[in-house]
């Protein structure tokens, strides 16, 4: 099924790349719009926005470094 052309040109079925994990297939968003194209993308790394979210909630570069260099002593 994965390979199935018809799947692939609509993006029923789609090719991810993964830095850890390298290339991989699943399935597409089911929902498609004209007017509203959507890009599956994926999974984020363990932490990867770490730094984005703390920054969001009011840390900053400082604090989030202090926390950093704190790690495994909680």
Do not use: C, W
């Given at each position: 099924?994965?390979?199935?052309?018809?799947?692939?040109?609509?993006?029923?079925?789609?090719?991810v790349d993964?830095?850890?994990?390298?290339?991989?297939?699943?399935?597409?968003?089911?929902?498609?719009?004209?007017?509203?194209?959507?890009e599956v993308?994926?999974?984020?790394?363990?932490?990867?926005?770490t730094d984005?979210?703390?920054?969001?909630?009011?840390?900053?570069?400082?604090?989030?470094?202090?926390?950093?260099?704190?790690?495994?002593?909680?």
């Open positions: 099924m994965a390979n199935e052309p018809s799947l692939r040109k609509t993006g029923t079925i789609v090719e993964h830095p850890k994990r390298g290339k991989y297939l699943t399935v597409g968003n089911p929902i498609k719009m004209s007017d509203s194209p959507t993308k994926r999974s984020p790394l363990l932490g990867e926005h984005e979210v703390l920054a969001e909630l009011g840390y900053a570069a400082a604090d989030v470094a202090a926390l950093r260099s704190k790690k495994g002593q909680f």
